[in-house]
């Protein structure tokens, strides 16, 4: 997804994905920012309106938990290994 072109809370957001078909973000200028009173961790996005149903979608999977699906998964064991063989840092077997 491309930036801010101009940084523009106008152009950025609004007209570029209009025209363009490609969503935008931006962070605003310093007008827009300081007129609005937008948090310093605030960005703007711009898409078309077919795009909203897929950007919803996105975020509430985005929301979930995921500590219950990764519990379940298992790390593969390391090789064993044989007595008396070992490496040590920047060492060799």
Do not use: W
Request: with cysteine; net charge positive; hydrophobic share 30%.
């Amino acid at each position: 997804m491309p930036n801010g072109s101009f940084q523009a809370s106008c152009a950025d957001p609004n007209t570029l994905p209009y025209l363009t078909g490609v969503p935008h973000i931006s962070l605003g200028c310093y007008g827009c920012r300081k007129s609005k009173g937008l948090a310093a961790e605030v960005m703007l996005l711009g898409f078309k309106a077919d795009m909203l149903e897929h950007i919803v979608k996105v975020l509430e999977e985005l929301k979930k938990d995921p500590t219950p699906s990764c519990r379940g998964k298992r790390l593969p064991h390391p090789p064993p290994v044989e007595s008396g063989h070992h490496v040590e840092i920047g060492g060799t077997l």
